[in-house]
């Protein structure tokens, strides 16, 4: 099963309107975005959600995918649990 993580994004908009996330907030923890590799629409398996986009960063030297729901105007991610 997969749930929804809120998290809170600090952004950069360029001069042509894009979105460029920067730091994650979470838990207390600030992360810096080292490295935005992708974007494209796209929802992640198991999560409902009204047209997302994923951003595919580098945080700590690893790769992550967020999410910027624009109908709600929050960021998300995902986290993957065990049942039973």
């Known amino acids: 099963m997969y749930k929804r993580v809120p998290i809170s994004v600090e952004v950069v908009y360029d001069d042509d309107g894009s979105i ?3 730091k994650l907030f ?3 923890k600030t992360l810096e975005i080292e490295k935005l590799i992708g974007t494209r629409a796209c929802s992640p398996y198991g999560i409902v959600c009204n047209d997302p986009t994923e ?3 580098v945080i700590d030297g690893m790769k992550r995918k967020i999410y910027f729901e624009k109908s709600t105007n929050k960021w998300f991610s995902v986290k993957e649990y065990k049942t039973g």
């Open 20 to 22: 460029v996330p920067k």
């Open 55 to 57: 951003y595919v960063t």
């Open 26 to 28: 979470y838990k207390g």
